[in-house]
């Protein structure tokens, strides 16, 4: 067992450094000598933005201030558009190759590109859109009406971005909130950044993802409490007598809404609500009679083309799917973690508006 740890790790290791080389060392150390810097000033240019993750994120855990805040954005900021600056750079490859164009122009080119998408991935990352979910259900008595935000990532997100958020929701008037998973990202987070929760007149419900288990949970929740939020940990709340919403906690493994449905009590009669941080376990779900399930965790890849990678570990990136007897709702997610960009992805919140037939 420790030498297939060892491995694993070793293999890890390597997959990391690899991607370092490929998406941060490459396309700056060859921008650097299409622009005939000095071996010096390329190292001072490349060897900082190729370590950039890892120095960011070393110094944050040991300084936490508005120097090394601003350092990492700036990391991440640059993680965020690698992709389209080795992109480009692969594209200037050729047309420097067949002497289409300089290599100082290519350069240039180059930087501009990645920079310009750059920005408008941080403008798409900044404004949510109201996403609206229309459904038909013969199990509530009256027609339903909600909003589900998820994997806000405060801590990664600013307060600010948190007011914004809530100032959307009250517009649009529902009668709770729904949060699934991945709130809060960081711990330390105190009740002062989360106030804004307490403008709205609904209740709120959340289940935690899997970022809150990394950091101070029973902390989280405890400062989400004194704010009136409802912490449902495999277990069902009944906002009113014709439905049921339940929530589980996020976990990594794949059978975790199998397993905890079979121990709650679902009530058949009215419509289920269910509140799971991965879109995992949808046919679970649906053999539970639950009628609608709601998740998150994806980010659709957030930046492309990580969308693809990401289509490939989840069956539901998304959006809507319908099941035979239930259906279920994937977000992109509200907020950002990493870099505050969306490329190929955006932010949502999603309006449900459930209808009686």
């Given at each position: 067992m420790r030498k297939k740890n060892k491995i694993r790790m070793i293999i890890m290791l390597a997959a990391l450094v690899l991607a370092h080389l490929v998406f941060f060392a490459?396309?700056?150390f060859r921008i650097c000598y299409w622009l005939q810097f000095s071996s010096l000033a390329s190292l001072v240019i490349g060897l900082p933005l190729t370590l950039s993750q890892i120095l960011s994120r070393w110094i944050m855990r040991v300084f936490k201030t508005?120097?090394?805040r601003t350092l990492r954005y700036l990391a991440d900021f640059f993680m965020g558009i690698s992709p389209m600056l080795l992109l480009s750079v692969f594209c200037a490859e050729s047309l420097i190759f067949f002497k289409l164009v300089e290599p100082n122009h290519?350069?240039?080119c180059s930087v501009i590109f990645s920079f310009s998408i750059g920005f408008f991935g941080i403008y798409n990352a900044s404004f949510p859109?109201?996403?609206r979910v229309h459904l038909d259900s013969s199990m509530t008595k009256t027609n339903l009406r909600f909003v589900q935000i998820s994997d806000v990532h405060i801590g990664s997100r600013s307060r600010k971005f948190l007011v914004k958020v809530i100032q959307q929701i009250r517009l649009l008037k529902p009668e709770f909130l729904a949060i699934t998973g991945d709130f809060i990202d960081s711990s330390g987070i105190d009740a002062n950044e989360l106030v804004s929760l307490k403008q709205l007149d609904c209740p709120i419900y959340l289940v935690i993802g899997n970022h809150e288990r990394y950091e101070d949970l029973e902390q989280i929740?405890?400062?989400?409490k004194s704010l009136g939020v409802i912490i449902l940990r495999s277990s069902c709340s009944f906002p009113r007598e014709d439905l049921q919403i339940i929530g589980i906690d996020d976990k990594d493994d794949p059978l975790q809404v199998e397993k905890e449905l079979a121990t709650l009590d679902i009530d058949q009669n009215i419509f289920s609500l269910l509140m799971y941080h991965?879109?995992?376990?949808f046919e679970s779900a649906q053999k539970a009679g639950i009628n609608l399930m709601i998740s998150g965790h994806t980010h659709n890849g957030q930046i492309f083309p990580f969308n693809l990678i990401v289509r490939g570990a989840f069956r539901y990136l998304a959006g809507?799917?319908?099941g035979k007897t239930g259906n279920l709702y994937v977000s992109q997610g509200t907020g950002t973690w990493g870099p505050t960009m969306r490329i190929g992805s955006v932010s949502e919140i999603t309006l449900f508006d459930i209808q009686k037939v």
């Open positions: 490459y396309p700056v508005k120097v090394t290519a350069a240039v859109i109201v996403r929740i405890e400062r989400l991965r879109p995992m376990g809507l799917y319908r």
